[in-house]
């Protein structure tokens, strides 16, 4: 009884063919495996630009907000600015009532904003736990 590298010819031959069988499929299941890894990731590229469109929308909504209350602010400024008479107080102290008043709107309107759990509030906040985690996905 011989051993296996002792004569056996055709058993060597036939492991040198089949190195090059090996290879390929080594080579073919790393391509595979590249293909997969690939596709995950456009997936989550994906998600994450869904969630950047949604903070943007966030964004877009509270520059609104603040362009509103802005733009309400400016027509009360000026319609207390057009008002003339010597019965009213100066300017100064109707200008400071003013921007007192427009502060106290202000915080009622952030008061109720927080009871509301707005779910944009919660997007806006963990915007840059969103931008980390994107460059995190993407470092290979």
Same mark, same amino acid.
């Given at each position: 009884?011989?051993?296996?590298?002792?004569?056996?010819?055709?058993?060597?031959?036939r492991?040198k063919?089949?190195?090059?069988?090996?290879?390929n499929?080594?080579l073919?299941?790393?391509?595979l495996?590249l293909?997969?890894?690939?596709?995950?990731?456009? =997936?989550?590229?994906?998600r994450?630009?869904?969630?950047?469109s949604e903070?943007?929308?966030a964004?877009?909504?509270?520059?609104?907000?603040?362009l509103?209350?802005?733009?309400?602010?400016r027509?009360s400024?000026e319609e207390?600015?057009?008002?003339a008479?010597?019965?009213?107080p100066?300017?100064?102290t109707?200008?400071?009532?003013?921007?007192?008043k427009?502060?106290?709107?202000?915080?009622?309107?952030?008061?109720?904003?927080?009871?509301?759990?707005?779910?944009n509030l919660? =997007?806006?906040?963990?915007?840059?736990?969103?931008q980390?985690?994107?460059?995190?996905s993407?470092?290979v």
């Amino acid at each position: 009884m011989s051993s296996i590298g002792e004569g056996n010819i055709t058993f060597w031959q036939r492991l040198k063919r089949q190195k090059h069988g090996l290879g390929n499929m080594a080579l073919a299941a790393s391509t595979l495996l590249l293909a997969v890894r690939l596709i995950d990731q456009d =997936k989550e590229l994906n998600r994450m630009r869904e969630r950047e469109s949604e903070l943007l929308e966030a964004f877009r909504c509270e520059n609104r907000d603040v362009l509103e209350r802005f733009s309400r602010f400016r027509a009360s400024l000026e319609e207390e600015i057009d008002r003339a008479g010597s019965r009213l107080p100066p300017l100064s102290t109707r200008l400071r009532e003013l921007i007192e008043k427009s502060n106290r709107e202000e915080q009622a309107s952030l008061a109720s904003f927080g009871n509301q759990q707005d779910p944009n509030l919660e =997007k806006l906040q963990t915007k840059e736990a969103l931008q980390a985690k994107i460059k995190a996905s993407f470092m290979v």
